[in-house]
């Protein structure tokens, strides 16, 4: 029913009012952008964030409660906001860093998947099977971050039209999700801290948070809030590290990875034997990944000692690390081209005279001589023959070449995000408010082809549900790219975890029924 | 299990040197052992805390763990001993139920305590240990050991603790019940199973002792308030509540014959061989010839537990504070207290010299002289009057800290180590045992020529 126009020059689109109903709320001509409402209809005026040009948009208005679109009139968006005859209002345009708040609430509305959101939370109780727990999706915190920074915490839902019809309405900027308290949390002032009848976090997940800031002093590419491609192959690296030793050594199962928006991922694990971890256990498994012992100069200081490694960090250097290092960062990173880069490096051999003949083969040289070969690389091979040339007798000097690549390479987990129950993290598939990139899923297995720049924003979404509906396509989320990350969502994480969850949910009924049973019969 | 039990009397474990405190024993107990027993356990937990706050190595702590429970909790006979060490552990339940931090405090030391006693076990015993603790964890089959065994090995090597040929039997553990194995990567974790040495199995059965205890702490305060308490108000209640704050150390009060002091070795002897608390009342006496009541029953009381004979104390007094009041109102205000201390007046009770804890609860006002030094001294005045009494700087600073941090008889004993050159095992928890030892240490290094450490 949307019926978009193409514009005629594809790089430029006017942004314009039509036809403007009484009840208006005057826009601003000025930054912020407002939504606009006209309650008789219930529509919603889109602004383009195109700013003006010569093109013409057409959006129709949309039902933003849920429920049937009204048959509402086409409202021409064209033109200088002062020519068009009867235009009162003026339409700002859109702020460049590619959110606009007022295409959440078509996002919401629209692409948000709600639905599986749901059935993910819900954790098989979905009220089909007698052995469901009905209120176990109520008892979780949902957490809702609002325009102005308003913060709502302690939320909780009953069911799936309780929770989308409140995100549709709030439209808030992020969407964290707690633990599954012990009862409702929204009714958590009846019960007390400690005692018998107590709130308290029963479930969660086991969480990790990564994020590339945290490796500030090892990327000379970006810092702060960047992120490019010569350094998310750090991200890479965490991802296939710690995936690993989840699964292999941990024997979870059903992990969900997404892309945190702006400059990280995020790590759900959700079997329910992971769920159901005390904090002692999920500090045990956050020590069991720590490696740094602390900032030394402010380096993160890596310290092998003792006859070997412990074969999860062997498992990740041979398989991950080392080559990631030698063939990826090094070249990316320019890790050995210039001094302050190389100091950093030479700091870290333990022995004096090593470093100091190094860097005399390297002072003052930009380019190694006559070899095409990448100075980077060569330096690195000539730190690795002097330190396992054997000439050097030092027993700092065993594992120096791996103290160097796990200090550059090494995963670095936020310890505090997966200590404790309570800790809340931001949820999948919500818009990020600086850089309007969708948190989307990444799949682990091919997390090297991940491009954090090419994840769709809101602002391409909006695009192609325009673009959707002038070629009269249904406009949901399965026509535009997020399309595919939800369908992702739903087969590779979403239907095992599901499956496996039923399972539990039947054998658990199953188990107790016979229990009755038997102390029923003497 | 339960059938399993059901055979055993009472709750005499399987193995019999070490019980795991299930259930309360069903015997009968003499109101006079629920007392004795209860204060000769509580002698080995507070001098295991004593150790632990002193930052003592680990081998120490065994070795201590294990001399103090034959020499407090050992009777002639295996299944007395095993009695007394079950009563003394749910009397001293009682006791320590009754508030978080005592809670708290008694899960930590039994805890400790039992980690130590089960290390001391021999691996025989020590499976069936295991087996007790009901903990469902299966010895690695031969097969798949063979199977892990590298990796198995290389986890020893990383963590110092090579794996000798001989030894092969490994339990296979849901990584989640040994949260400490895991977090320092001390085992190899496979498919949510850790592998755990032998040896690491003691943590294995630490933190089931602990978590059941800790429960059963709870269950017990909630039975205690609720309906004992009341109960035994005549009879067990004030033993109890007596139990957590009483002093376990010999009382002094009758001076032993060797170490009697007399008049004329005071002097000296308050030089060498007197605590700081003393020392300062002892200092105060001689430059006021005055001392406040309380100041002259602490260090009179100490002084008959010295071995200072009544005629000797009455003289020695006198002579002071005669020279402030006169001969006259010496006799008349000040004899009859002295006397009255030795149980010669009124209620002839022989009062016994006070301990550290009391001293250190004591608070002196303007003009007082009495409690405890570490306590009050401001660290000016400490530091004067500990390098008077000869304490080097390097112990002074370690002194110096443990006054700061309210370990007051940690202070007190570090500096008797400082001056004697010798440790102190058992910590200092009485001024006359501050004074024993000192005169012991120095009569045996007169004794022997030239003179040497008689450290330990």
């Known amino acids: 029913m949307m019926v978009i126009l193409p514009s005629s020059s594809s790089s430029h689109r006017r942004a314009s009012q039509g036809s403007v109903s009484k009840d208006h709320c005057p826009a601003s001509l000025g930054v912020r952008k407002r939504l606009v409402y006209n309650d008789g209809a219930k529509r919603l005026f889109l602004r383009s964030r195109f700013g003006f040009g010569t093109g013409r948009l057409l959006v129709r208005g949309y039902m933003g409660q849920g429920g049937a679109v009204n048959e509402c009139e086409d409202m021409v968006v064209e033109g200088n906001e002062l020519d068009v005859p009867g235009r009162k209002y003026g339409i700002p345009p859109a702020p460049t860093d590619g959110f606009d708040p007022n295409h959440l609430r078509v996002y919401y509305g629209k692409l948000f998947p709600h639905s599986d959101m749901f059935k993910w939370l819900s954790y098989g109780n979905d009220g089909k099977h007698p052995g469901c727990d009905q209120t176990y999706f109520g008892r979780r915190e949902f957490s809702f971050t609002l325009d102005n920074d308003i913060y709502l915490r302690f939320q909780s839902f009953s069911s799936l039209p309780d929770m989308e019809a409140s995100i549709k309405q709030k439209c808030p900027f992020k969407i964290d999700l707690g633990p599954i308290y012990s009862v409702d949390p929204s009714k958590r002032h009846a019960y007390a801290k400690s005692g018998d009848n107590v709130f308290t976090p029963v479930e969660r997940e086991l969480i990790f948070d990564i994020d590339i800031t945290d490796y500030d002093d090892v990327r000379y590419c970006c810092s702060g809030a960047d992120v490019c491609l010569d350094c998310w192959p750090l991200m890479t690296v965490a991802i296939k590290v710690i995936d690993r030793a989840l699964r292999d050594d941990f024997g979870f199962n059903h992990i969900l990875w997404v892309y945190s928006g702006r400059r990280g991922v995020h790590c759900w694990v959700c079997d329910a034997k992971a769920r159901r971890l005390s904090d002692e256990q999920r500090s045990s498994i956050a020590d069991y990944f720590r490696v740094y012992k602390g900032n030394e100069n402010g380096l993160n200081k890596v310290s092998f000692v003792g006859a070997a490694l412990h074969p999860f960090l062997v498992r990740s250097y041979s398989e991950v690390l080392r080559e990631y290092f030698e063939e990826v960062l090094l070249l990316k990173q320019s890790i050995l081209s210039s001094e302050d880069k190389y100091e950093k490096v030479l700091e870290m051999i333990p022995d004096k005279s090593v470093a100091a003949e190094l860097r005399g083969r390297w002072q003052g040289k930009q380019r190694s001589q006559g070899s095409k070969e990448d100075i980077n690389v060569v330096r690195w091979q000539q730190l690795k023959s002097l330190l396992q040339s054997g000439r050097f007798k030092g027993q700092g000097l065993r594992r120096t070449v791996e103290e160097i690549i796990f200090s550059f390479t090494y995963p670095r987990i936020d310890m505090e995000v997966s200590k404790h129950m309570n800790h809340l993290l931001k949820a999948p598939f919500c818009v990020h408010p600086k850089t309007g990139r969708v948190c989307v899923p990444i799949d682990p297995n091919n997390c090297e082809q991940f491009d954090p720049t090419t994840v769709p924003t809101l602002a391409m979404l909006m695009e192609e549900i325009n673009m959707a509906g002038s070629r009269e396509e249904p406009y949901d989320v399965n026509g535009t790219s997020l399309g595919k990350e939800v369908i992702y969502f739903r087969m590779s994480f979403l239907q095992p975890l599901l499956k496996s969850c039923k399972e539990e949910i039947e054998n658990s009924y199953n188990t107790r029924l016979q229990q009755s049973k038997n102390s029923l019969t003497w | ?456």
Request: aromatic content about 8%; glycine content about 4%; some cysteine.
């Open chain 2, 1 to 456: 299990m339960q059938s399993v039990r059901g055979l055993r009397a009472g709750v005499v474990a399987a193995n019999p040197s070490l019980p795991l405190y299930r259930s309360p024993p069903p015997l009968e107990v003499r109101l006079e052992d629920f007392e004795l027993f209860a204060l000769d356990r509580l002698r080995v937990l507070k001098a295991i805390s004593d150790a632990l706050s002193r930052g003592k190595k680990p081998e120490e702590v065994e070795k201590l763990v294990s001399d103090l429970w034959k020499l407090h909790m050992r009777l002639p006979q295996a299944s007395e001993s095993l009695n007394k060490d079950v009563i003394s552990h749910f009397v001293l339940r009682l006791v320590y139920c009754r508030t978080e931090d005592l809670r708290k405090w008694f899960l930590s030391l039994e805890t400790t305590l039992f980690r130590y006693r089960f290390k001391l076990e021999n691996a025989d015993s020590q499976k069936a240990l295991l087996t007790e603790f009901n903990l469902p964890y299966k010895a690695v089959p031969n097969a798949e050991f063979e199977i892990v065994k590298e990796k198995l090995e290389q986890v020893a090597r990383s963590i110092g603790s090579p794996l000798s040929s001989a030894e092969t039997i490994f339990y296979k553990v849901p990584f989640e019940e040994v949260p400490e194995l895991v977090a320092g990567r001390k085992v190899y974790i496979s498919r949510g199973n850790a592998y755990v040495a032998m040896n690491q199995v003691v943590s294995l059965v630490v933190t089931q002792f602990r978590s059941y205890l800790s429960k059963a702490l709870i269950l017990t305060n909630r039975k205690w308030t609720s309906s004992v308490r009341d109960q035994e108000k005549d009879r067990l209640t004030p033993i109890v509540e007596a139990l957590s704050t009483s002093y376990v150390g010999p009382d002094y009060s009758q001076a032993r014959e060797s170490t009697e002091v007399s008049l004329k070795d005071i002097d000296h002897a308050a030089n060498s061989s007197f605590p700081l608390c003393m020392r300062h009342l002892y200092a105060k006496l001689k430059e006021d010839h005055h001392l406040k009541h309380a100041g002259r029953m602490q260090l009179g009381l100490f002084l008959k537990g010295v071995g200072l004979k009544l005629d000797d104390a009455l003289a020695f007094w006198r002579a002071e504070f005669s020279q402030k009041v006169g001969a006259e109102r010496f006799e008349k205000e000040y004899a009859y207290n002295i006397r009255h201390n030795y149980g010669k007046e009124g209620k002839r009770i022989d009062y016994t010299p006070h301990s550290c804890q009391r001293i250190i609860s004591a608070t002196p006002g303007v003009g007082d002289h009495h409690g405890c030094p570490f306590r009050h001294f401001s660290e000016e005045n400490l530091r004067a009057a500990l390098g008077q009494m000869g304490v080097s700087n390097r112990a002074m600073e370690d002194v110096i800290d443990k006054a700061k941090n309210r370990h007051y008889q940690v202070a007190c004993t570090l500096t008797f180590e400082a001056i004697h050159s010798s440790s102190c095992d058992r910590g200092i928890n009485h001024p006359n045992q501050y004074f024993i030892d000192s005169q012991k240490i120095l009569q045996s290094k007169l004794s022997i020529t030239p003179p040497c450490n008689t450290s330990n």
